[in-house]
């Protein structure tokens, strides 16, 4: 019931998404994804989605899914170029793999029964997830774009005086790395759902041998916050540096909509911040930084792995700070804003997970407090907080600290503590 009662609300979700994304002049996330069954697919987790669903198959049946899948891509490749079909960016792969989770749908329903049944409706809904994830974030991101004419890039680029402007800084120590530098961060920022299959398959490896899921896993992190995200890009729509103050900003017509062309090199001026007018096209994506929580989560996540997964982790979180600050696509209060909503996140789904107790639920709302707080103060106190950068630069750092020691202190408590192994008792001796 419970799987069928998220099922039926997910699919109401999808087709609530896919009425706005129509009356916004684009295809929504279900005639998306319909369409890259047959045409070439734009490119996104597809093979991804596949690899999690077949932590439930044996080897046999995974290597049976990976060929029939490569089979069904390379023959749609073989039609496309027959008849000349456009290709976006020269990516043709994908559909192979959504027909072999729809089939893979199709046998559990129709050749499984009992626990083998749910195990296998698990996985592929697991693979669709992800898969569905990709198209309701473009949707989400479209939806932004065309309802929220304005934007409040002055009122965060004025609170990121108290940090010194981080993006800035970041921005021409990249520029000086030169293409290497630019080049390796760029791949990390762009491969994070790469590293997160990669981190969630090998929680998920023993899936098929116990026949059972892990009670808590990334999968569930990475959902719940680009579910949850986006709904605070329509409350507090903010569109970067690069576009507000650098030379990303171009709208229809090539007709330039920033305020000036300051990124990197010229921090903005200190004034009265006023909501801007952008254009119809530039996602409101960046309050808070939903990649900082998605790599904060892989980092978490990776805590308890060997020790190249671990190493693995950490840099793929420091990288990726590095590019949404190095490309000028977020400020620093964006960062502070997504770790506070990634631990918040991760500490709600585990007090789920293990039944809700007063320490989970005090960790969850001081996260939800001070999440709340620091949306407000940017929003609503900015000019006070650059001027003054000593003594709210600290705060604002202190607040996220408060968070994750908090965070680290209760899941401490939550470990399960080994009971202390016994001692043999003392034989006496013979007289």
């Given at each position: 019931m419970l799987w069928a009662t998220a099922g039926v609300v997910a699919l109401g979700f999808l087709i609530t998404l896919e009425i706005v994304a129509r009356r916004c002049g684009a295809p929504g996330p279900l005639t998306t994804q319909a369409k890259d069954l047959v045409f070439a697919p734009k490119p996104g987790p597809l093979y991804a989605g596949m690899a999690l669903?077949?932590?439930?198959?044996?080897?046999?049946?995974?290597?049976?899914?990976?060929?029939?899948?490569?089979?069904?891509?390379?023959?749609?490749?073989?039609?496309?170029?027959?008849?000349?079909?456009?290709?976006?960016?020269?990516?043709?792969?994908g559909s192979g793999a959504l027909w072999v989770m729809l089939g893979c749908a199709v046998i559990a329903v129709t050749r499984r029964t009992g626990r083998e049944r749910v195990l296998l409706l698990k996985g592929v809904g697991l693979g669709l997830l992800l898969v569905a994830g990709r198209r309701i974030g473009d949707t989400w991101l479209l939806i932004t774009s065309k309802t929220r004419p304005t934007v409040l890039d002055p009122y965060v680029a004025t609170a990121d005086q108290a940090l010194g402007n981080p993006s800035w800084l970041a921005g021409r120590i990249l520029t000086a790395t030169g293409p290497?530098?630019?080049?390796?961060?760029?791949?990390?920022?762009?491969?994070?759902?790469?590293?997160?299959?990669?981190?969630?398959?090998?929680?998920?490896?023993?899936?098929?041998?116990?026949?059972?899921?892990?009670?808590?896993?990334?999968?569930?992190t990475f959902l719940v916050i680009g579910l949850l995200g986006p709904a605070f890009y329509m409350i507090f729509p903010v569109v970067g540096p690069v576009f507000a103050y650098g030379p990303g900003a171009s709208g229809t017509g090539g007709v330039q909509w920033a305020l000036a062309d300051l990124w990197p090199h010229t921090p903005p001026p200190i004034s009265t911040p006023h909501p801007m007018p952008y254009d119809g096209i530039t996602p409101r994506n960046c309050m808070p930084s939903l990649h900082t929580a998605w790599a904060t989560a892989i980092f978490i996540h990776t805590r308890k792995g060997p020790r190249l997964l671990r190493y693995a982790g950490t840099f793929w979180l420091i990288a990726t700070l590095a590019a949404t600050l190095g490309f000028g696509y977020h400020y620093g209060v964006d960062l502070l804003a997504g770790v506070v909503f990634a631990l918040t996140i991760?500490?709600?789904?585990?007090?789920?997970?293990?039944?809700?107790?007063?320490?989970?639920?005090?960790?969850?709302?001081?996260?939800?407090?001070?999440?709340?707080?620091?949306?407000?103060?940017?929003?609503?106190?900015?000019?006070?907080?650059?001027?003054?950068?000593?003594?709210?630069?600290?705060?604002?750092?202190?607040?996220?600290?408060?968070?994750?020691?908090?965070?680290?202190?209760?899941?401490?408590?939550?470990?399960?503590?080994?009971?202390?192994?016994r001692q043999p008792e003392a034989r006496p001796e013979l007289v």
């Open positions: 669903m077949m932590v439930v198959l044996t080897w046999r049946q995974r290597f049976i899914a990976v060929g029939v899948a490569i089979g069904i891509d390379s023959v749609f490749a073989l039609g496309r170029w027959a008849v000349d079909a456009k290709v976006p960016d020269g990516y043709f792969l290497i530098g630019t080049h390796v961060i760029g791949y990390v920022y762009a491969q994070l759902a790469v590293a997160a299959v990669v981190v969630a398959v090998y929680q998920l490896r023993n899936v098929a041998a116990e026949r059972r899921f892990p009670r808590q896993h990334l999968v569930h991760e500490a709600a789904l585990r007090s789920h997970e293990r039944g809700w107790d007063r320490t989970g639920i005090q960790l969850v709302a001081y996260g939800t407090f001070v999440f709340a707080s620091l949306l407000v103060s940017y929003r609503y106190a900015p000019m006070e907080m650059a001027a003054h950068p000593r003594v709210f630069g600290p705060l604002l750092v202190l607040a996220m600290t408060s968070v994750i020691y908090g965070y680290v202190r209760v899941t401490k408590l939550w470990e399960p503590k080994g009971a202390p192994a």
